[in-house]
C-alpha cells in the first residue's frame, strides 16, 4: 500500500529550498478526482503537473526512494484516466491535440504501463520523439525507470524504426522508411544511455550485445560512456555489471573524468564505494583541471540546478572518516591551479556543515597556498562577513590556520571555481539533439496532427490549458 505521507519540501543546493505543490501530491496518491478538482479552479495547475523539470525533481525525492515504489503508477493511473475524459468530451478537446503527448507518454513509460503506451502509439506513432519539452532521450530514459523490458523495446523499436503515415484513397497505411545507419545508431546510443541511466541492465546488456561490440564507443558529445551515465544516476547495480563484464573502469570523459568523478559529483555515496572497492586506484586519478574525486565532490555542492544536499553531506562524512585507503593523499591534493578541496569548499561559499567536515579530516593542512598563494582562510576573508564566516574564520585559527598571502589587497582577483563540468546529467546530451534527431531519418513526411504550434484554429487563440480546462469543466 502506497504511504499516506510525503516529504513537501526538501534542502537544495546554494541554500535554496524547493517545494512540491497539491496537485504533485495528489496526483502521487492516484487521486484523479482530486487532481481534475484542482484543474477545475486553476488551469495552470496542469502546468505544473505536465512539467519535465517538476517531474524530474519528484522522481528524485519520492520515485527513487522505495518506500514510494507506486507513485509512477499512480501518476500514469491519472493520465489516463483524464486522457480517456478529455477524448470523450464533445466537442473532443484531446490531450494529444493540445500538446501533451509527450507528457503522456513520459508519464505512462515510467509506469511501465504497456496497455497505455501501445494505445498512444496507435493514436501517433511519432509520439514517440516526445513533444514540447519532451524528446525521445526522455521517452526512452521513462521506459528504462518503468522496468518493463517490453515497454522499452516497444518504444526504442517504434523510435529507431519510425513509423509515418502515408496518404493512400481516403485512408492512411502505416509504412516503415528506409532509415539512415547513422539515425539508427544516434537512436541506440541514445537508448543505451537511457537505459543505463534508467537501471535497467537487462535491456541494457541485450543492446551492448547485439548491436556494437565496443561499449565504449557508446558516449553522447561529452564523450561520458555508459558507466558514467549510471554512475551519475546513482544505479549501482548497472554499475557493477558494467564494470564486472567490460574493460570499462578506468575510462574518461572528455574533460578526464572518471565514472568515480562523476558519482562523487552527484553524491552517489553507493556508488562511489562500488567503484573504490573495484579498483582502489581510482582514488588518485586526475581530471583535465588535476581535479580528484573529492574535488569534484566539493564541486557538486556548487550547482545552480536542483540537488539532494543531505546525500552530498552523507557521501562527504563517508569520505572524511573513511579508513580503507589513505585520506591525506586526497583531502590535501593541489589542482593545476594549487587549490584543495578546502579551497574550492570556500570559494564556492558551498555549505558551513561542509567546511566543517573536510576541516574534521585527521591528515588536514589548512594552511596549503594555490598558485595565487592564497590559503583558504585567506580566501574566507574574502568573503562577505556573515555569522557563518566569522565561525569558520574562528575554528580556522583554531586549527593552526594563517594568512599566506604577504600582499593581500594586491591579490583580491581570484578566478571563480563555478565551472558547472556536468551541468546535465551524463548521457543526456548527444551530438544530435532530439530536436533535431527527426530530420536524420531521411524520410520526408507532412503529417499536420503531429507538431502543435499554440495556434489551432479551433482554440480561438486560448492556451492549452484554459481549453482543457473548459473541457473537464463541461
Same mark, same amino acid.
Not at 511501465?112 to 530514459?141: A, K, S, W
Not at 564494470?243 to 555515496?269: E, K, W
Not at 536542483?306 to 593541489?334: G, S, T, Y
Given at each position: ?22 496537485? &504533485? ?6 487521486? !484523479? ?6 484543474? *477545475?479552479? &486553476? ?20 520515485? $527513487?526512494?522505495?518506500?514510494?515504489? &507506486?507513485?509512477?503508477?499512480?501518476? @500514469? ?83 529507431? @524504426? ?38 535497467? @541492465? ?8 547485439? !548491436? ?11 564523450? #561520458? ?24 573502469? &578506468? ?66 562524512? *563517508? ?40 576541516? @574534521?579530516?585527521?591528515?588536514? $593542512? ?31 585559527? #583554531? ?7 604577504? $600582499? ?20 543526456? #546530451? ?17 503529417? $499536420? ?9 479551433? #482554440? ?15
Amino acid at each position: 500500500m502506497l504511504p499516506t505521507y510525503f516529504p513537501l519540501r526538501w534542502e537544495s543546493t546554494g541554500d535554496q529550498w524547493w517545494y512540491a505543490c497539491p496537485i &504533485d501530491y495528489a496526483a502521487a496518491n492516484g487521486h !484523479y478526482d482530486l487532481v481534475r478538482k484542482l484543474l *477545475q479552479i &486553476d488551469g495552470n495547475h496542469l502546468i505544473k503537473l505536465t512539467s519535465l523539470r517538476r517531474i524530474r525533481r519528484l522522481e528524485t525525492v519520492w520515485d $527513487d526512494e522505495e518506500q514510494f515504489d &507506486d507513485v509512477a503508477k499512480c501518476r @500514469s493511473q491519472v493520465a489516463r484516466k483524464l486522457f480517456i475524459e478529455c477524448e470523450s468530451k464533445k466537442p473532443k478537446n484531446s490531450l494529444i491535440s493540445c500538446g501533451y503527448g509527450g507528457w503522456l507518454m513520459y508519464t505512462a513509460a515510467s509506469a511501465g504501463d504497456l496497455g497505455f503506451i501501445r494505445e498512444l502509439l496507435e493514436m501517433n506513432p511519432l509520439l514517440v520523439f516526445g513533444e514540447g519539452e519532451y524528446g525521445v532521450t526522455d521517452i526512452l530514459y521513462a521506459a528504462a525507470r518503468g522496468k518493463s523490458s517490453e515497454v522499452f523495446m516497444l518504444v526504442y523499436d517504434f523510435a529507431v @524504426s519510425p513509423r509515418f503515415s502515408i496518404a493512400k484513397g481516403e485512408g492512411f497505411e502505416e509504412h516503415i522508411g528506409d532509415i539512415p545507419k547513422v539515425y539508427k545508431w544516434e537512436i541506440t546510443n541514445k537508448a543505451v544511455h537511457a537505459a543505463a541511466r534508467g537501471g535497467n @541492465s537487462k535491456v541494457l546488456m541485450e543492446l551492448l550485445n547485439g !548491436y556494437y561490440e565496443d561499449v565504449l564507443a557508446y558516449r553522447d558529445k561529452r564523450g #561520458s560512456t555508459v558507466l558514467h551515465a549510471a554512475a551519475g544516476r546513482g544505479q549501482v547495480e548497472v554499475v557493477k555489471n558494467l564494470v564486472a563484464s567490460f574493460d570499462i573502469i &578506468d575510462s574518461v570523459d572528455d574533460q578526464g573524468n572518471t565514472a568515480l568523478h562523476i558519482a562523487a559529483y552527484r553524491g552517489q555515496a553507493a556508488v562511489v564505494e562500488a567503484l573504490i572497492r573495484v579498483s582502489p586506484s581510482l582514488i588518485s586519478v586526475r581530471n583535465n583541471a588535476g581535479e580528484t574525486f573529492l574535488h569534484y565532490a566539493v564541486s557538486g555542492f556548487q550547482t545552480p540546478t536542483f540537488r539532494r544536499v543531505d546525500r552530498q553531506i552523507n557521501l562527504m562524512k *563517508q569520505l572524511v572518516h573513511e579508513k580503507k585507503f589513505n585520506m591525506e593523499d586526497i583531502v590535501n591534493a593541489k589542482n593545476n591551479d594549487g587549490r584543495t578541496a578546502l579551497h574550492l569548499a570556500i570559494i564556492g561559499n558551498v555549505h558551513t556543515d561542509l567546511v566543517e567536515l573536510l576541516m @574534521s579530516a585527521q591528515s588536514i $593542512d589548512v594552511n596549503i597556498s594555490d598558485a595565487n598563494g592564497m590559503t583558504p582562510l585567506d580566501l574566507l576573508r574574502q568573503r562577505p562577513r556573515s555569522a557563518s564566516s566569522d565561525m569558520l574564520i574562528r575554528q580556522l585559527i #583554531s586549527a593552526g590556520a594563517m594568512f599566506g598571502c604577504k $600582499d593581500y589587497t594586491a591579490r583580491r582577483a581570484i578566478v571563480s571555481h563555478l565551472k558547472m563540468q556536468h551541468g546535465s546529467s551524463p548521457g543526456t #546530451s548527444f551530438r544530435i539533439s532530439d530536436t533535431e534527431i527527426f530530420l536524420h531519418t531521411g524520410v520526408e513526411t507532412t503529417w $499536420d496532427g503531429y507538431h502543435y504550434d499554440g495556434n489551432d484554429p479551433s #482554440s480561438g487563440g486560448r492556451s492549452r490549458s484554459s481549453l482543457l480546462r473548459n473541457t473537464i469543466v463541461g
